[in-house]
DNA sequence: ACCTGAACACCGTTCAAGT
DNA sequence: ACCTGAACACCGTTCAAGT
């Protein structure tokens, strides 16, 4: 029997499910096509074509992407947690954050936090301009955090010799530094505790 | 007359010609056969295939990038003033350290760099995994930062809307903020000012 | 050793033609 | 209103054939 009516819902599902799982790049209108059991060119119908299809899958992104609960007693300590929730939600959809970047709706996407990030940084006594780069400056190191880190997780050997030059130098005198750039991040702890240092040097700051 | 025999140098130059101006996207093997005046094939004897002609170019990208000297009295000035050096190197080649990130390079290309953050961070007083987790901050922080402002600044349009948010909410209590976030970054200026904040938070942070 | 064109399997997209 | 196949202009890559 013939397939149900093809809808633009349908499509969108189909066309996510595919972005999630191996990028943009194995999102082909033909691929799609086969996935859904139409010809390609019906989709066209539906969603115009491959760029608009993209710019969807982006904006249902950004609507998805909500509050997160800030937790804990001083400002700073909420903050931090704002940002791991962030990074934790990110994270669960890399290939989408990633195009909505590309597109430049990093900003739109980031309304809700922004709001309960201007609550915590207001209570902790910034206003105005120091206050705007303090939020600003934490949504930068989030999305900047997550894009870095996803980046590294595709790293395909770890480059030999890249140990042998610190303990050549500086070795001797630090080897437990030298043990930790030589082997891998600990992109939690790091996370953690550059977020930690940021903040605090955010709500501690001299003036401009 | 016919040209002169092609040579691996001028593929890998006009390739890196094109990536710099339009992007890895814009990098066709037939465009460039074109660019240099031979066919398509000529090409593949000379690098293989496309991927590894990207290969190379990150490879020429890591080993360009070289050390960033110091400035400054403390060791939370020095750590800054190399980050905005970094930060220029890489703004000034975006789309070949793009590239050298999504190949999950990065650390690599940062072994100089990471060994005057070495220094530093020692200076400070700093040691072992705590030493190691300042300067991959920094590292990050750098890295990120740069992806980030260079994907908001092929934003489209500043989508509307955003203003009268503001305005609505916070508007009254914080004109000023409320301003600040409606309108552009000023990226130079938040640049310095995190990267400031982190380090004085790296430096003075208390115990893991 | 180096270069070539023909050919293959893929793309996104358009369009006239169907129901 | 919705779907279709044919066709176009693009890809990267392989390969047998040239010099």
Redesign the pocket.
Known sequence: M??????REEVLQAAAALVKQHGPAA???????AEL??????????V????S?LDALVARTVADLGVVAARGRTPAERIVSVARGLRRDLRERPHLVAMVHERGLTERMFLPVQRSLVHEVHAAGLRGARAADAVRAVQFHVVGFVLVERNRERAPVQSPGEQDLWDAETGEQDPALARSLGGPVDADRLFTRSTRALVAGLLTADAP
Chains 1, 2 share one sequence.
């Not at 999102?27 to 096509?33: F, N, Q």
């Not at 115009?48 to 760029?51: I, S, T, V, Y």
């Open positions: 013939a397939r149900a009516a093809l809808t999102l082909t209108m033909r691929k799609l096509a059991g139409t010809a390609v060119t019906s989709i066209y119908w539906h115009g074509n491959r760029e299809l």
